[in-house]
């Protein structure tokens, strides 16, 4: 949007070259929240956590962004569909141990699940 606003396609390149960053790694979906650093070619996802709080949460904002403003670039959509198919591994019933005295707990939480798929009963901010 900015690129478009101002004229100045270095916006549009920056934001190109993470999303082809992280395509580069070959995972598609639900993404580790760690990428190797940019002097490290080609990319590799690190075997940290899924989550879609903090450390995550632009990365899901700003395809879903790049999809409704660039509508004809199909890769955007078929990345926030396969996103959106994958979400409900984070969903999981909430622990009891997290309803607030007095209060009934909500039924499910959104989680973060570690490199091997075990769900941590936390919810980052923004999530």
Do not use: C
Request: net charge neutral.
């Amino acid at each position: 949007h900015l690129a478009a606003v101002t004229g100045d396609r270095r916006y549009s390149r920056a934001a190109d070259a993470v999303f082809e960053a992280i395509q580069a790694t070959g995972v598609i979906g639900l993404v580790p929240v760690q990428l190797t650093p940019p002097e490290h070619f080609p990319p590799q996802a690190l075997a940290t956590k899924f989550a879609v709080g903090a450390l995550a949460d632009s990365y899901y904002e700003y395809l879903l962004k790049q999809w409704l403003q660039s509508p004809s670039e199909e890769r955007f959509k078929e990345m926030w569909l396969t996103v959106m198919r994958e979400l409900p591994v984070l969903v999981r019933p909430t622990p009891t141990s997290d309803a607030p005295r007095g209060a009934p707990a909500p039924k499910f939480k959104l989680m973060e699940l570690t490199p091997n798929g075990a769900a941590i009963a936390k919810m980052d901010h923004l999530s």
